[in-house]
């Protein structure tokens, strides 16, 4: 398990891509585009205490919407990028939101639905679990 940092970034280049990427330190304060308008955008940095499990768990939530999983590029906004990583259940901080999209209703809105799917997953899940125990307790006593 090694802390680290995952990032959310952009390029003018590639419109309607998400990339994500990860460093051992933390990045320096995020600079505009550059001048040629290509360089990379940064939307958002979270410090993970288990970084490779938090880059696993957002590529589950981003995985409809890959492109280039060596690059890991995905074909997203930076708004559901950072609503997919801001549900993950794993100890996390978030040390930068691009002023934006910390504006945006949208993104509470985006966190919120995916909160929600992630509880119903969880109870039916449980639910499965419960009728699996009361299955195997009827199934020991002879019924």
Do not use: K, N, S
């Amino acid at each position: 398990m090694q802390t680290g940092y995952l990032l959310i970034e952009t390029r003018r280049d590639r419109p309607g891509q998400v990339r994500l990427d990860t460093a051992r330190l933390p990045p320096p304060h995020p600079a505009p585009l550059g001048p040629t308008g290509g360089g990379p955008r940064l939307h958002y940095v979270a410090r993970f205490t288990d970084i490779e499990a938090a880059l696993m768990h957002a590529h589950e939530a981003l995985r409809r919407h890959l492109l280039d999983g060596d690059a890991r590029v995905y074909r997203t906004d930076p708004l559901t990028a950072v609503a997919a990583v801001e549900t993950i259940a794993l100890p996390h901080q978030r040390l930068y939101l691009d002023p934006a999209l910390d504006a945006d209703p949208r993104l509470a809105e985006a966190i919120a639905r995916r909160q929600a799917r992630q509880r119903r997953r969880e109870r039916l899940w449980q639910g499965v679990g419960v009728g699996a125990l009361v299955l195997l307790a009827l199934l020991a006593i002879g019924l």
